[in-house]
């Protein structure tokens, strides 16, 4: 099975409402990477955690800190440009260095 | 703000034929990666680096090769392109130690094998 799986893969909200994405890791995790996916294709780090939590404007992701188990990334007050493919990526334990990502979600915000 | 630039952008191939993708970093990362990006896997890992000379498989090595001649520098080879091989590739590099130990992507490579 997969080793980082997201959701819900895909979601749909009207501007200004709030919402939540979700990690969830099949083993421990040393570290999590959350990105936004444009339309044009680029990949925008948002985030990186080795534990705990960071905010920035709309945005708040959080790393359980305890078991390494998942992470979450909240949005507030959605506006349009918030749309695209988010990612997690994580990292394992083992030290080689190498990202496992999970397979997105797809996040669409109407008027 | 770090860079990490792919090349070509756009490549059409024709079956059993070679083709290499190129990626150049100025970032001074040890770490170097391929992905690819199909449509209900997300970004998988083919190969990554961990320095020049340095070549590891990723999560799906059969059908490619890689290369690191330099620091700058990581190639990713198809020796003889499939159809299958269709997809969206994503050069990354990245660095433990650093501050914030990110992931820098580049802008992808759209190869169709035809």
């Known amino acids: 099975g997969d080793q980082v799986e997201q959701s819900p893969s895909a979601l749909s909200l009207h501007e200004g409402t709030d919402s939540a994405l979700r990690c969830n890791f099949t083993?421990?995790?040393?570290?999590v990477q959350w990105f936004r996916q444009n339309s044009r294709g680029s990949l925008i780090s948002l985030f990186y955690?080795?534990?705990?939590t960071k905010e920035n404007g709309r945005l708040k992701s959080a790393f359980d800190s305890k078991e390494r188990r998942y992470s979450t990334l909240h949005i507030r007050d959605a506006q349009l440009e918030d749309s695209g493919t988010y990612f997690c990526a994580a990292e394992d334990t083992g030290g080689a260095d190498r990202l496992t990502f999970g397979k997105g979600t797809q996040l669409i915000i109407q008027p | 703000e770090a860079a990490v630039t792919q090349s070509p952008r756009n490549k059409v191939a024709v079956t059993g034929g070679k083709v290499t993708l190129s990626c150049n970093q100025t970032n001074n990362h040890n770490n170097m990666y391929w992905y690819r990006q199909d449509t209900g896997h997300g970004l998988r890992l083919i190969h990554y680096s961990y320095g020049a000379g340095s070549t590891e498989k990723g999560d799906i090595p059969d059908g490619y090769k890689a290369s690191r001649p330099s620091q700058e520098n990581f190639s990713l080879i198809l020796e003889l392109a499939t159809p299958s091989q269709t997809s969206v590739y994503f050069c990354?590099?990245?660095?433990?130690?650093?501050?914030?130990?990110?992931?820098?992507f580049g802008h992808g490579t759209k190869l169709s094998v035809l």
């Open positions: 990354a590099s990245g660095d433990r130690g650093v501050s914030n130990e990110r992931l820098f």
């Open positions: 083993t421990t995790m040393r570290s």
């Open positions: 955690l080795a534990s705990g």
